[in-house]
């Protein structure tokens, strides 16, 4: 990880070096319980007033159009919207949604026809105050057969969704945690170079 020990060099730090970077690294450790307050939710951002599907709908066939109202105008830019499975946790399908008003809508291709299950619409946008915000709501796709849709709609209640409970929305969506690994990576990188 570190260019130093690519370069032959002893990877080691001076004593001075090693406490600034314990202390670089708590700061990172306080920086990154921060974060995590900033996802939990505050009155300024926009939640979810309603959507369709509505949160928690069971429907006969899977959706090739999603929207989502919310409580004030998202920006129109750093939006996502992610469709996710929610039992196989795996994004089916991720892109940019349109935002007129206080709509955002998502248009998905009609390859994407996963059939019944447990589905999840998460969103990152952009709030009407600037800041980035989490969320999402669910959904079902009945199974055809009566006993399996029913069992797929008690699924989804326990599920359940949590528009407001941004920090709920599951990292996997978004590749966070991969982000964060690379931001620490880089300041300890730093660090060293800095800790000669
Ligand atoms: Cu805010």
Not at 18 to 28: D, E, G, H, P, S
Not at 59 to 72: M, Q, T
Not at 83 to 90: H, L, N, T, V, Y
């Given at each position: 990880?570190?260019?130093?020990?690519?370069?032959?060099?002893?990877?080691?730090?001076?004593?001075?070096?090693?406490?600034?970077?314990?202390?670089?690294?708590?700061?990172?450790?306080?920086?990154?319980?921060?974060?995590?307050?900033?996802?939990?939710?505050?009155?300024?951002?926009?939640?979810?007033?309603?959507?369709?599907?509505?949160?928690?709908?069971?429907?006969?066939?899977?959706?090739?159009?999603?929207?989502?109202?919310?409580?004030?105008?998202?920006?129109?830019?750093?939006?996502t919207?992610a469709?996710?499975?929610?039992?196989?946790?795996?994004v089916?399908y991720s892109h940019?949604?349109?935002?007129?008003?206080?709509?955002?809508?998502?248009?998905?291709?009609?390859?994407?026809?996963?059939?019944?299950?447990?589905?999840?619409?998460?969103?990152?946008?952009?709030?009407?105050?600037?800041?980035?915000?989490?969320?999402?709501?669910?959904?079902?796709?009945?199974?055809?057969?009566?006993?399996?849709?029913?069992?797929?709609?008690?699924?989804?209640?326990?599920?359940?969704?949590?528009?407001?409970?941004?920090?709920?929305?599951?990292?996997?969506?978004?590749?966070?945690?991969?982000?964060?690994?690379?931001?620490?990576?880089?300041?300890?990188?730093?660090?060293?170079?800095?800790?000669?």
């Open positions: 990880m570190s260019p130093r020990v690519a370069s032959g060099e002893t990877f080691r730090f001076s004593k001075s070096g090693f406490r600034r970077a314990v202390a670089a690294a708590a700061a990172l450790v306080v920086f990154a319980g921060a974060s995590v307050i900033n996802a939990a939710p505050a009155s300024a951002h926009d939640s979810v007033l309603s959507s369709n599907p509505g949160d928690k709908q069971v429907l006969d066939e899977f959706p090739h159009h999603v929207s989502l109202k919310f409580s004030g105008n998202p920006k129109n830019n750093f939006n919207v469709i996710s499975d929610a039992d196989a946790k795996e089916l940019e949604p349109e935002v007129v008003g206080n709509e955002v809508s998502l248009d998905i291709p009609e390859d994407i026809n996963p059939g019944p299950g447990n589905y999840i619409i998460g969103f990152q946008i952009t709030s009407s105050d600037g800041h980035s915000t989490r969320g999402k709501t669910t959904f079902s796709v009945a199974d055809p057969d009566a006993a399996g849709a029913a069992e797929a709609g008690a699924e989804s209640r326990q599920t359940g969704a949590h528009a407001e409970e941004t920090k709920s929305i599951p990292l996997w969506a978004y590749g966070l945690g991969g982000g964060l690994i690379v931001i620490i990576a880089a300041v300890v990188i730093v660090i060293n170079r800095k800790a000669k």
